[in-house]
């Protein structure tokens, strides 16, 4: 057994010394043709030797982007169940958000039965008087639902555009309280009108506006003139007229402004 291991020894040994001058040779072959390329290297004319240096660069920049690109672990996005949305609308006007509209705004609540058919005599003699005189002279240029473009952003009209004369005065359509008067990012100097059962909202109004916040205005009052201060710009002067109809449950819709016109 020993002589086994004694044998192996000599032979790992005699490798061992194989291979540390094969080693030694081959690096003395290296310094050698190292030597020799940079011997050669300064020779060469300037402009060859900086053209060279270039690539060398480039091609270690290449190299180290591959291996960055190469090194960066992909993720797997996980499959989601695709869900159909209701495209929420942008309303401009969102400021009854979180109001009580049924107390705010007068909306009764469901009775008992005779209270019911009262309700419901009411509300008939409510439709026939609640029909809005139009707010201005002009002619309606945009109507309900027509398309408008304002950049990159396409929607639909939630009111109509009346063109109008210079300094037209816009009165209300229908009776009620001021609830805003405010200058919209989208639709200019703007006064909101409330009644018993509409909000009538008047847009690109001049700055010179006549009623104030609270106020009760009566059906043909003057509210302001027709301007140009919507981003619509549409025409020189014109008013965006928008309708919202509250339903017994308090939930408020745009509607056609010009079926309720006189």
């Known amino acids: 057994m020993k002589k086994i291991f004694g044998n192996l020894k000599t032979v790992v040994v005699k490798w061992f010394l194989w291979l540390k001058q094969k080693l030694a040779l081959v690096f003395l072959k290296s310094k050698q043709l190292i030597k020799a390329f940079f011997k050669k290297f300064l020779s060469l004319p300037k402009s060859i030797k900086t053209a060279s240096l270039y690539v060398v660069f480039i091609v270690l920049l290449l190299s180290f982007t591959f291996w960055r690109i190469n090194s960066i672990p992909s993720f797997s996005v996980p499959e989601t169940s ?27 609540e469901m009775g008992t039965e005779s209270e019911t058919e009262e309700s419901e005599e009411a509300d008939e003699a409510t439709t026939e008087i609640a029909k809005l005189s139009w707010p201005v002279q002009g ?20 009111g109509i555009v009346i063109q109008t004369e210079p300094d037209s005065t816009v009165r209300a359509a229908l009776s009620g309280t001021v609830e805003k008067v405010y200058n919209d990012p989208m639709h200019g100097d703007t006064v909101v009108l409330a009644s018993d059962q509409y909000i009538t909202i008047y847009s690109s109004l001049s700055s010179e506006i006549l009623v104030s916040e609270g106020q009760v205005v009566s059906k043909g009052d003057s509210l302001g003139t027709a301007d140009n201060t919507s981003l619509l710009d549409v025409s020189p002067f014109f008013l965006l007229f928008e309708v919202k109809e509250l339903d017994s449950e308090g939930k408020i819709t745009y509607i056609d402004p010009q079926t309720l016109l006189d």
């Not at 945009?142 to 639909?156: A, E, I």
């Open 82 to 108: 695709t869900q159909s949305n209701t495209v929420q609308e942008n309303v401009n006007h969102d400021f009854y958000e979180g109001l009580d509209l049924s107390r705010d705004l007068g909306v009764k």
């Open 139 to 158: 002619e309606v240029i945009k109507r309900f639902n027509d398309m408008w473009t304002l950049g990159n952003t396409h929607q639909s009209m939630r």
